[in-house]
């Protein structure tokens, strides 16, 4: 992963965990352990899916870019998909509370999506890069008349 796309994916990652400890915090105070483990949860499903998902994206950007939006709505489709599965298959769960842990997933999902709003604005991405421009050029020699 290129250093600008580690850049952001920490950008983003760094201020969900912070917002998701939070969460945990106020779930074990509301809703006792398992408040905090289901919010423990939630904070780490959001960072899995987000992550690997700007993984995948960004990958298929530098392979396919032909591919990207449509791979970007498909990931987006995939995503749902699985967090539908995830929480159906601990829908009857007593290991931790699932209110916990669904006021997590939105709460961590909203930070980790203004955190990389953030993280892309201020990032300097080049439009052009350099090396293949002065590849292209013909070099001058002599004057020009």
Do not use: C
Not at 14 to 43: D, E, Q, R
Not at 72 to 85: K, T
Not at 102 to 119: D, I, N, S
Request: glycine share 8%; aromatic share 6%; proline share 4%.
């Amino acid at each position: 992963m290129p250093s600008q796309d580690t850049r952001t994916l920490l950008q983003s990652a760094v201020p969900t965990a912070a917002v998701g400890a939070i969460v945990a915090v106020v779930s074990g105070v509301v809703a006792g352990g398992k408040g905090a483990l289901g919010a423990v949860v939630g904070t780490v499903v959001v960072i899995a899916f987000m992550g690997l998902g700007m993984f995948v994206l960004q990958r298929t950007a530098k392979s396919l870019p032909q591919l990207f939006q449509a791979m970007g709505m498909m990931l987006y489709v995939a995503q749902l998909l699985l967090l539908l599965i995830f929480m159906a298959l601990f829908k009857d769960t007593t290991l931790f509370n699932p209110k916990a842990f669904a006021v997590a997933l939105v709460v961590a999902t909203v930070a980790w999506m203004a955190a990389q709003a953030r993280a892309h604005m201020k990032a300097k991405i080049l439009y052009v890069e350099p090396d293949s421009e002065q590849k292209d050029k013909p070099e001058k020699s002599g004057s020009s008349a």
